[in-house]
């Protein structure tokens, strides 16, 4: 098989990783345990003890996944097996079928580890381009742009080591009209603090949001976007704040810090654009699965 041949394999494996049943809601267990594991080999490990990477694993999936109560890295450590990119061991054997799973405590204490499946890691070691553009691959079919750098930054990774830039077919088909369209909509101005600022003619620090991540299926839509600087932005990525239907402004009650600077940007409304309103059904998908908090 070619070069070419196996990393489209390899990406078309990636894509259609089986994630966890959660009635739609996003999923990103097994891609952060994925790049925290390139970011191992990158270092020369090979064998990846869970009782090294519960850790750094329960931070990435509360900082980048979906608010929860509790996480579980277990779940992904153990079910990637069943995706044919990952082997685990230990002192005893396990159904990596088994619905109810097995605990952090059991896969420390039976001394689990994992490596990937031998041919996927001779593809990555055997150029280390390859690993990089593999790394490149899942954080661009899984998070937006904005969160890329912190992700990374956790997992150890540095994606301008040696590899170039590629860019996958799912990337290609974005709409080059949307960055435009949205802010044309909203006036050039961020939607939260009203920031506006031109160089001669070019606006600068505002960015197009997606509501409902591209990588999650959002359209290239202004019914999907939102003008934001580029801090609302990525605090908006991040789950900081989020909207109610009435396009109200909410806060995670889990941020803290300046009180002055959190009451003013808590409980008021957008600055709405001049056409198709942010869609109800977008709002309600950044709440469930990125906002951290509850309205």
């Known amino acids: 098989m070619s070069i070419d041949s196996r990393e489209s394999f390899y990406k078309d494996k990636i894509r259609h990783i089986r994630v966890a049943n959660t009635g739609g809601h996003r999923a990103p267990h097994k891609p952060l345990l994925m790049l ?12 990846i003890r869970f009782a090294d990477i519960c850790e750094p694993l329960t931070l990435m999936l509360r900082e980048f996944g979906p608010y929860r109560r509790n996480y579980y890295p ?9 995706d044919g990119l990952w082997k685990i061991s230990g002192d005893v054997a396990v159904d990596t079928l088994n619905r109810g799973g097995y605990s ?9 580890t994992g490596r990937f499946e031998p041919g996927f890691e001779r593809y990555l070691l055997e150029d280390r381009n390859h690993l990089l553009d593999i790394a490149r691959f899942i954080l661009e079919t899984n998070f937006p742009a904005t969160i890329h750098q912190d992700i990374l930054q956790i997992a ?22 949307f960055r435009e369209d949205v802010l044309i909509a909203y006036n050039y101005t961020c939607a939260v603090c009203g920031f506006e600022l031109r ?6 620090g505002l960015e197009a949001a ?23 932005h990525k605090l908006f990525d991040l789950g900081v704040f989020t909207l109610t239907d009435q396009y109200e402004i909410a806060l995670s009650d889990m941020i803290n810090g300046n009180v002055g600077i959190i009451e003013r940007f808590r409980s008021h409304q957008i600055t709405l654009p001049s056409r198709d309103y942010p869609a109800i059904g977008n709002i309600r998908w950044h709440r469930r699965e990125v906002f951290k908090g509850s309205i």
Not at 36 to 47: D, S, T
Not at 210 to 232: P, Q, V
């Open 156 to 177: 150890q990774i540095d994606l301008n080591d040696t590899a170039e830039r590629t860019v996958d077919s799912r990337q290609k088909g974005r709409d080059p009209h």
């Open 104 to 112: 952090k405590n059991f896969l420390i204490d039976n001394h689990f």
């Open 210 to 232: 997606h509501i409902r991540w591209h990588s999650a299926g959002g359209e290239d839509a202004i019914s999907n976007g939102m003008a934001l600087c580029s801090l609302h």
């Open 74 to 82: 277990n779940f992904p450590f153990i079910k990637l097996h069943n």
């Open 36 to 47: 925290l594991v390139l970011g191992q080999y990158l270092k020369g490990k090979r064998l």
């Open 199 to 204: 160089l001669g003619r070019n606006p600068v």
